[in-house]
């Protein structure tokens, strides 16, 4: 079993900054890709930025440019620096990992989500 838990979320003014992180815990061998996906209401799921173990990183188009995304992998972490939020960056963002719990056996997992709202 593994478990996701994300903080950093809440309330920050347009042109604002905030830092997320996420933290895996549980059976885990390795951690493949580990990232941050988004939902914004009446919107799907989209990616926000990933990380890889090895450092390969891959960002959404909406906000490349603005935020960056590192990770901990000693610590199972992965955060994700968000600056010069707009109010279209208003949604639930949610952790998400590919864990190896098993040898050669990965399980995606998902975080419950934080909540971030960019407003006047």
């Known amino acids: 079993q593994v478990q996701l838990v994300e903080s950093g979320g809440g309330l920050v003014q347009p042109g604002g900054s905030l830092r997320l992180s996420c933290a895996a815990s549980?059976?885990?061998?390795?951690?493949?890709?580990m990232g941050w996906y988004r939902q914004a209401p009446g919107k799907e799921r989209e990616l926000v930025g990933s990380?890889?173990?090895?450092?390969?990183?891959k960002f959404g188009d909406s906000v490349k440019g603005r935020f960056t995304i590192s990770r901990d992998n000693a610590k199972n972490t992965v955060f994700l620096q968000m600056n010069s939020l707009k109010p279209e960056d208003t949604a639930v963002y949610y952790c998400?990992?590919?864990?190896?719990?098993?040898?050669?056996?990965?399980?995606?997992?998902w975080g419950k989500g934080t909540l971030v709202t960019i407003s006047l």
């Open positions: 998400n990992a590919e864990v190896e719990v098993f040898r050669r056996y990965l399980v995606n997992y």
């Open positions: 549980g059976v885990i061998l390795s951690i493949n890709d």
């Open positions: 990380i890889t173990s090895d450092g390969v990183i």
